[in-house]
């Protein structure tokens, strides 16, 4: 353990004599150099919009009292009218989010593409592209912020209910409403299956990851699993560092990081043949979850049960009973 925590430690702190990687991840001020700036450009495209899509998730009210009124007074036109006329333009708003995950989708692959192409090993190109590194963090920081509004809303899932009913009745009538120009049945499906999913956005993610590495057959699952475990491991050394923590100059660059760290955990648990858990696993998971439970409850639940309800590996018959313990 002590070796394994020295060689964390040599990511941040071994000098150029020795031939270990020896970078520090500025989340906060890393700035795109030539050679990143085509992908890097792609990607802050998709980014700049990440902050309105969770100021509108966060605004989302929902329409459950129309919908209550509506459902107990089966007769009343102008009930059933409200009721369709509150939910037509959040089921519009629900379709955004839906699309905007189909872009972060793509971002990931270009992503991981320059994150994990040869010659370089994983830890080089994160040391060498680092702009792309706090680009891959920023697209985790944003997942896990709107899978933890998602799941704390079931007004969307109860929403997104009534519309496709209601629509299921019309269809049966005949009737053609304006709304499904733009949901049609196929998009209102892929939007179930998505809104459906206790951490979409999470599921998103470990499904590009997953398609990378099986798209990629030259490339060895390593150079992915390698980068993914390298980052957690970055994040975890400088969340429980004074000096490196002491180096950020605000509390939500704390935040950024532990979210950050858990998402690569679970991304890393969904791609790995045996997951983040096992023995032989390259993340500290007991390090890990012991930096989350230092920080105050409250900011961390969240993650920890991301952890708990989203990871792939954790109920292995190989998992630690410690790590279990942990994760109670």
Same mark, same amino acid.
């Given at each position: ?123 080089? =190109? ?101 980068? $993914? ?40 648990? =969904?791609? =790995? ?29 969240? $993650? ?8 792939? =590996? ?15």
């Amino acid at each position: 353990m002590r070796n394994q925590m020295g060689n964390l430690l040599k990511v941040l702190t071994c000098t150029e004599l020795d031939q270990g990687p020896n970078f520090f991840l500025d989340f906060e001020n890393a700035q795109p150099t030539d050679g990143e700036r085509e992908v890097w450009n792609q990607i802050s495209a998709v980014l700049q919009d990440s902050e309105s899509m969770l100021a509108d998730l966060q605004a989302y009210k929902g329409a459950g009292q129309e919908i209550r009124d509506a459902i107990q007074n089966p007769n009343d036109i102008q009930l059933q009218e409200k009721a369709w006329n509150s939910v037509c333009p959040l089921v519009v708003r629900l379709k955004r989010f839906y699309e905007f995950s189909l872009r972060l989708e793509k971002a990931l692959q270009s992503l991981l593409e320059s994150l994990t192409c040869p010659p370089y090993t994983p830890t080089q =190109h994160l040391e060498r592209e680092q702009a792309l590194a706090k680009e891959f963090a920023e697209i985790l920081h944003f997942t896990l912020r709107f899978d933890e509004l998602k799941m704390r809303n079931p007004a969307i899932q109860n929403d997104f209910s009534y519309y496709r009913r209601t629509i299921s009745r019309n269809r049966i009538n005949n009737m053609h409403l304006d709304i499904e120009n733009e949901v049609n049945n196929e998009m209102a499906n892929r939007m179930s299956l998505f809104y459906a999913e206790a951490t979409p956005m999470l599921k998103t993610l470990s499904n590009a990851t997953t398609h990378f590495v099986s798209e990629n057959k030259t490339l060895p699952i390593e150079n992915t699993t390698d980068c $993914l475990s390298t980052m957690a491991s970055v994040c975890k050394v400088m969340l429980e560092t004074p000096e490196y923590r002491s180096r950020f100059t605000s509390e939500e660059t704390l935040m950024f990081c532990m979210r950050v760290m858990v998402g690569v955990i679970i991304l890393y648990d =969904h791609v =790995h043949p045996v997951g983040a858990f096992s023995k032989t696993s390259k993340i500290d998971m007991k390090g890990c979850i012991k930096v989350l439970k230092e920080q105050p409850p409250d900011s961390v639940e969240g $993650l920890l049960n991301a952890l708990r309800f989203t990871t792939k =590996h954790l109920n292995d018959e190989s998992t630690s009973k410690q790590i279990r313990a942990m994760l109670q």
